[in-house]
Structures are given as C-alpha cells and as structure tokens.
C-alpha cells in the first residue's frame, strides 16, 4: 500500500517547477536534521500543490470596467466553480493525510506568503508569526527551514551566476563594471535586488527569531549565507583571517583535545571531544565591539567536551582548572543559570601553549538543545524536564504577545532582536531570584523586570548591599534591591534613554500612553483626518461609521478612540490607516456604481435624440438623454459611455453622475446651429 510520504511526493512533482523542487528539498533537508514530525515533512511536500490547485485568480480591475451583465456573471459562475474545486481538492488531502496537515499547510501558506514592503507591514507580520507560535511553534521552525532553503538557492545562483564579482565592483567604477560584464550586471539586477532584499530581512528577522528558538546551527548558517551575500568582500577578508588561524591553532586545539582525553580517562568518564570554528557572522559582530582586533576574541576556536551526566561536566572543568591556568572573568556557569532561550554550556578559556582557548562542556541532551532548540521537545520529549519545557522555552512569546498593541512598529521588531548568544548577565533579588537581562542593564530595567508598578514607583537602588545610581549598569551576579515610593510620580522620560530592555522601554511608554490618552485620541484623530486629506479624500465622506467599522475589526480595535490613541502615541501610522480605510471605501463606491449604472442603462428607454451633441473626438455614436435629470439645451452636460446603448447624456449637477465611473464619463456639448456661426 502506498505511504502518505510517496502520495505527498507524486502530488508535488506533478505540480512543482524546477527551482520549486530545489527549495523544497533543501527545506525536507533542514526539517530531518532538526528532527521534526512525519507531518512537517509531508506539508513541505504540500505546500506548492495546496497553494497552486484550484486556486481563483481574478480579472485585472481594467478588465472588470469592460464587463457587461452577462460577462460578469460567467466571472462569478467561474469563481463559484474553482472554490467548489478547492474546496474538494482540501477535503481529499484532510481525507487522505489528516485535519492536521490541512490546518499545518493553511498556516504555513499564510506565513511563507508574507512580503516584507516596509517597517509597517514588516510589524503586522511579526505579529503574525507571535501568534503563529503561540499555536504551534512547527509551523514557524518549518517557516524558517523554507527561508534557509530559499537563501540557499539564491545564494547558489548568486555564486553561478558572477554575481558576487559584480557586488564587489566599486558602484562609480564603471571600468570595472565593464570588464565584468555590464550586460550581466543588467540582466541580474531584479535577481540581484531580490536576493539583497531576502539577506537583509534574514538578518534583521529571521535569523535573530531562529536564535530566539535555541537554533543555533540554522541561525549561523542563516547568518553566514546572508553576510556574504551583502559583503562579500568583508566576509571574505575574515574567512580568510579566520581559516589562517585555525591552520596556525589546529596543532594546538588537537594538543588540547588530547590531554582532555587523559583528564576524562583518569576521571573514568567517558563522551566525545571535538573541535569549532566561530561562525564568520557572529566573528563580524564581534570585530565591531573589539575595535577590529581579531587577537581580542578569545573563542575564535573552542574545544568542546561532551559529557554523560551534569556531575561529570563540573569534574572535566574542575581537572582543567587544577592543570591550566584559566582568564580571568572568561568563566560562564550556563548550567546553573541557563541562558534566557534554554541553552546550558560550562563555559571556560584557557591559556593552552601560549594561545587562549575556549572550552565547553556539556552532557549530550544539552548539545541537542543547543543544535535544535525547541525542536528537540519533539525528539526527547519523554526526557524533558519541567525547567527545560516547551511553554516555558516560549515564555518571550506570550510576553510579546501581552505587549505588542501597546508597541510602536519599531519597538515590536527590536522585541525580537535580542541577541541571546552573546551580552547576557544574570543579577538576583535579594530573595536570590535569578533574572536574565541584557548587558548592561540598569536597575531601573530590572524593577520593571519584578512588575511594571515597581519600574513606575523606582526611585532608587542597592546594589550588592551599597545604594547605586539607578541608571548604572549592573554586572553578572549582583544582588539587586529597588528602593520603591507608592507617593512618585510616575517614571522620567530621561529613563527611555538609558534602559537597555524592550520590557522597560514598552512599560515605560505604556505609562505615559495611560496617562496622556486624551491627548493622544485629539492627536491621534488630527493626523488620521490630515493623512486623509493628504490623499486627496474628503474626511466626511470617508469616515462613515460603516466604514470606520470595518477598519476597527481589520485591525482589532473596539472603539475609534483606540484607534486614535495608538495613531497618537506613534504605534500606528496615520498614512497606513488612512490608506486602509480609503480602500474600504473605494470598494463600496464600486459596488454601488456597478449596481446604479446598471439599474440605470436598464430603465433608459429614451429614443436617440433630434437635438445635436457633441462627443469630443468621437463622431457617429449613439447619443440618448437621461431620464433621471432630464437635460435640456443649454445645460452644462457630460456623456456616460454605456454598454451597447451608446452615450447617457447627463447634466453636469446631476446626483447620479458622482457614482459613475470616472473613466466612462466623457466631455459633451450642445452643437451650435449653423446660422449662430
């Protein structure tokens, strides 16, 4: 009998394009190697025939001006037949693979449609994503398995095709263009603007989100395919810099792997050693913080141990520090305290045969936490711990999601990236609560990490016993006290300057949104009536209460206050709402133009008439006289272009003539007689 697997796998080669086949396969790639379900393989399969069969694409709004009553009804009949189909097409795959692969692919169909335009859209579909997590978190780590797979095929295309030669070209040489191809160049310019457009959202979105996930394998490869696409020059410099020196070191990391070997056997341990080269990405990140010294970075190579058992971690570590003399503040301990997305890791650096050296240590279910992130609750699921499990894993999630109608478009995304890999300190309450936060923190951003009434009533801190400037940073393990007034007013502004979590920055404009929301709803409302006019539309025609509605339930406001309040408080822009509602309207003018100008050419019955009108640079028509105004000579007229009935002569006054079309309305004029020449 044959599998769903081979089902899945005929249906998309029966609909697939060549390029399609390539993603796909390269995503299946990357879904088994962080060991997804069965299910996350066959939507992979599906997605391409889920999104092309039977789906309805409708006329071009030029060709629907040009449809008569009969035409139209073959559009409606035609639309009503392909949904019948799609909806027999979605029905065979729930019968044939499950509920569950349908409802998987409609969600990954909304994800993997989503296009990034600008900041704004870029916000709505984050928010997008949040939810999408907080449903199933597959759907997101197939999402971004899709993106790995698309950067992947452009990144080989990018390569095959020279391109790479062409970005480095210096933009005012043209010299160098030419010689490289200026027809090339020209050809691949959308590929080229395509490609640029895809690294940068993978580094400013997806690949911080893969990080988020405990992804790291897939967010460096993400990272280092993108950097080389968008410098690739600079990616090149340091690969280089970096593969010299793992040469220069790899005598000494195996002279290392070897005596760990001796400390584990005289231990009576047993596991596996290996060695690693950072990623050229993260090395980038870390040149811009050291200056450019490459000789700073100390875990340029690492040696990493792994390990049965937590016990035996702190024993390696414990015979290394008794044999190797370890740098100073180079210890991290994210055993005892892991890091904010779940990762565990000893992390020391020694000076081994004059050059310093990173070690990890870890047990194996840590490293395929570290690999896999939240995927691995579907791999060892059964093993999980109630501190390693899912929901908490994904608490930022639900801490986003509490916060992002109160977020502006540019604190929504700076929410996510946060980069948790490197610049974390863990301090405690004086209860010896552990608080993640990021580097340099300030106590006022760990008061609104404890509850947004102690950041709102903070008027001061201790710091390991001693007070302490509330805007200083703190540092790994300090013991933090908020001195608190229930009497304060309220926070400073001055703190948005000098708090480094998005936490403390979104509470903080939270308070000052409760406290002006009057001002902010009269603000709110002048820019959402100016970005009206702006687009040329009168406010009183298009803010009508019914077409206000259908903008609050778009964007999932109660009341138009809301709405004006968040436009008010730079949550929303103005310009996008304006546009939104400019739309609704529009459609509704269509539809009420369609249902007048057919009511209308249906009741005209007027014979052709003896009076003489001219049709500007048309000769020969038709011409008739609209019953509904009755236009005499004399009266300032236009023409309306029917449909086989030739042209509807209206007075210019008339009401009716505001619903017609605009590009069927056309200039008239009474013929003079001959004798008044």
Known sequence: MESKLEKAKKLFLASATKSEQEICQLAIKSVNA???DENCVLSCYLYYPYIKTAVYQPPSPEEQKSFDEVRRRQEENKKREIEEQRQAFKEKLALEFGEEVVSFLHALKKLLEIDYKNEEEEAENIRKMFFALAKDVRVILVKICFVLAEIKFF????????LEDVIKAPAGDKTS?????AAVFAQNEKFLEKATKKAKQILDLFAPLAARLGLSSIKSELEDIAFEMLNPEVYSQIKREVDKRYIEREKTVEDLKVEIKKFMRSLGLSGEIMGRKKHIYSIYKKLKEKGGDMDKIYDLVAVRAILNSVADCYALLGKINENFM????????YISIPKSNGYQSLHTTIMFEGVPVEIQIRTLQMHRMAEFGVAAHWMYKEKRQKQDSLDERLGWVREIMENEKNMTSEELISSLKVDIYDGEIFVQTPKGKVLHMVENSTPIDFAYMIHSEVGNQCVGAKVNGKMWPITKPLSNGDIVEIITNPNSK??????LKVVKTSQAK???????????KEENIKNGKAMFEQAIKNLGYSVSKVTEKKYEQKLLEKYNFSEIDELFASIGYGAYSAKVFAGKLIQIYQADVRKEQEKL?????????????????NVKGLNNLMVKFAKCCCPIEGDDIIGFISQGRGII???KQCPNVSFFDKDRLIEVEWQQDSKEK
């Open 326 to 333: 370890p740098l100073q503040n180079r210890f991290k301990d």
């Open 155 to 162: 990144s080989s295309a990018f390569l095959d095709e020279g």
């Open 490 to 495: 309220g926070p400073s502004r001055d703190w």
């Open 597 to 613: 100008q057919i009511a209308h050419i249906d009741s005209q019955v007027a014979v052709p008439s003896d009076k003489k009108v």
């Open 177 to 181: 263009r030419d010689a490289l191809g």
């Open 34 to 36: 962080i060991h997804l």
């Open 506 to 516: 979104n509470k903080i404009l939270s308070f000052f949104r409760k406290e002006m």
């Open 649 to 651: 002569v209206h007075r």
